[in-house]
């Protein structure tokens, strides 16, 4: 069984910082990309940033500049400091992986339960 659980949501004032972690845990066997997506309330579910296992990353256009995503292979998780943030930044905030764990001869996405993330203005 593969899990992703992520922290260090919260509220914070307009142009705060806030970290969010993702782990990922159970029998893995590699991890590729990793990915923070975010639900805005209302909204649908977007692309916020990526890593791949090899460090490249890309990040949508309204976080460039603030957020930087990054990862420890060897501890399977991934972090994404959040700079300069906007109201518009609030929602809930979700880490996704692709894994390869010792059940599934083929990579599978996973997904964490989210952590809400709230800036006031």
Not at 69 to 92: C, F, H, W, Y
Not at 103 to 117: F, H, R, S
Request: positive net charge.
């Amino acid at each position: 069984q593969v899990q992703l659980v992520e922290s260090g949501g919260g509220l914070v004032q307009e142009g705060g910082s806030l970290r969010l972690s993702c782990a990922a845990s159970g029998n893995i066997v590699s991890v590729y990309y990793m990915r923070w997506y975010r639900q805005p309330p209302g909204k649908k579910r977007e692309l916020v940033a990526s890593i791949t296992s090899g460090g490249s990353t890309n990040y949508a256009d309204p976080v460039k500049g603030r957020f930087i995503i990054s990862r420890d292979n060897a501890k399977n998780t991934m972090t994404l400091q959040m700079n300069g943030l906007k109201p518009e930044d609030t929602a809930v905030y979700y880490c996704a992986a692709e894994i390869r764990s010792a059940y599934v001869t083929t990579p599978v996405d996973y997904w964490g339960q989210g952590t809400q993330v709230t800036v006031s203005s």
